[in-house]
Structures are given as C-alpha cells and as structure tokens.
C-alpha cells in the first residue's frame, strides 16, 4: 500500500513532475499533429525512459545499478499499455484525449511507483 506521506513516494512526485512536463509536452504536440495517441504516447514516453531511469533510482531509490534497467523499461512498458488502454476506454466515452491523460496522471503515477518499489528498485 502507498503511503502519501512515504519520502521516497514524494520524492517520486517531484523527479516524476519535470519528466511529466516533457513527455506530455512531447505528447501533446503529437497529438496536435495528429499523430494518433498510441504512437504519440510510445514516443513520448522512450524520450523520457533513460532520464527518469537515472534520476528515479538515484534521488528516489539511492539505487544506481545500471543492469535495472530491464526491469524499469519492463515496468513502462506495462504502464504504457494500462494508459493507451485507459485513453481507449476514456475515448470511446467521449473524453477528448488531453483531458483524460491529465486525469489520469496521478493514479498513473501512484501506479508507477508501486510497480518501480516492488519490481525495479526492491529492497533487500
């Protein structure tokens, strides 16, 4: 279970805002050039992978082991498909796109995290 008031959660929030910032820039212009929301997520989130790599297990985890790296593009990878599943569903209820990934943004973030403690950057 998450707790909200968990430093390493807080310090996830922080590290994940600035890439948050860049890759729904990136998704938003995408998406306003019409390229569809699939592929605009895709691209948008590989731009952000290896930055957030780094600054998740350093500032979040005090964990810097590069051969994590599997795990972590494993565990995007598996939020990539549960956010374009949610765009899918939120679209075929007439949500405009940007709305639903800016609602979706903090459950996917609370998601994330738990995926990355358990998964990627696990204690002993």
Known sequence: MISFHDPRFLRFLAVGALNTVFGYSVFAALILLGIHYAVAAFVSTVA???FNFKTTGSFVFANRENRLLFRFVAVYALTYVVGVGLLRWSEGYGIPVL???AV???PMAAFS???QRLF????G
């Open 48 to 50: 952000g992978v290896l």
């Open 99 to 101: 709305l639903a990934a």
């Open 104 to 106: 979706f943004t903090l």
């Open 113 to 115: 995290f738990t995926l």
């Open 120 to 123: 990627v950057f696990r204690e």
